[in-house]
């Protein structure tokens, strides 16, 4: 199947830094990704579309000057946690969708803000 | 945006027993089906996906049955065994390029040998 390669795995970071994850379609190209959040034991909830070359979607409720996300080709697709904060420690993952049908995932990035 | 519903929330199996998971959805516009697996500290991985022109789906020891006027769908894993000791979730689109998945809340599954 199609590999999605996420970076870093784990990351421990101070509250109020920022704190960028890296989502790459390592043998396709990705016009769109999806990032979800997910906190333990939940459910993974989607967080936004993201679009090459154009401004990300959000769901309801997500703040985008938080969730910072840049798709700026075709097989990559960043997302910049700004001004961290305790409560923003959650596992995040990407997601892209080759064509109509299977979506791959991302390995997922703990995130833990002290 | 929870609109799938996803049961048992967790499943004990002796191990060669039938794991049964269940799902409903609501959106008539949905038609692609999907399950995937998730290990802790992993992203999920699919296992198998159906569309409703069809009733049912097998891929080895997993299939999935479909019943499109009852807006449901389940997993079936024949044969279970330890190693499928996991959490499973449904998930539900419309099966375009672009479109992303809505998940059901998810079961933990626990095979016991």
């Known amino acids: 199947g199609a590999v999605v390669s996420q970076h870093p795995s784990r990351v421990i970071c101070k509250s109020g830094t920022s704190v960028k994850i890296e989502c790459r379609s390592l043998?396709?190209?990705?016009?769109?990704m999806f990032w979800y959040r997910q906190f333990p034991k939940q459910s993974l909830m989607l967080m936004a579309t993201?679009?090459?070359?154009?401004?990300?979607?959000?769901e309801q409720g997500v703040e985008k000057d938080k969730f910072l996300i840049n798709h700026a080709s075709l097989t990559l697709s960043t997302l910049t946690v700004t001004s961290a904060h305790p409560e923003d420690s959650s596992f995040y993952i990407c997601?892209?969708?080759?064509?109509?049908?299977?979506?791959?995932f991302g390995s997922g990035t703990q995130l833990s803000v002290l | 945006q929870q609109q799938v519903k996803q049961s048992p929330q967790s499943l004990i199996v002796q191990k060669g027993g039938i794991s049964i998971i269940n799902c409903a959805y609501e959106?008539?516009?949905?038609?692609?089906f999907p399950w995937y697996q998730q290990f802790p500290g992993k992203g999920p991985a699919l296992l198998i996906a159906?569309?409703?022109?069809?009733s049912e789906k097998k891929e080895g020891r997993f299939t999935i049955s479909f019943n499109k006027s009852a807006k449901q769908f389940s997993l079936h894993i024949m044969d279970s065994q330890p190693g499928d000791s996991a959490t499973y979730f449904c998930a539900a689109s419309r099966g375009q390029a672009g479109t992303a998945l809505i998940f059901g809340k998810g079961t933990t599954l626990s095979v016991s040998s």
């Open positions: 993201s679009n090459e070359g154009s401004k990300a979607t959000y």
């Open positions: 159906i569309r409703p022109d069809v």
């Open positions: 959106n008539t516009a949905f038609d692609y």
């Open positions: 997601s892209a969708r080759p064509g109509s049908e299977k979506l791959f």
């Open positions: 043998d396709f190209q990705a016009t769109t």
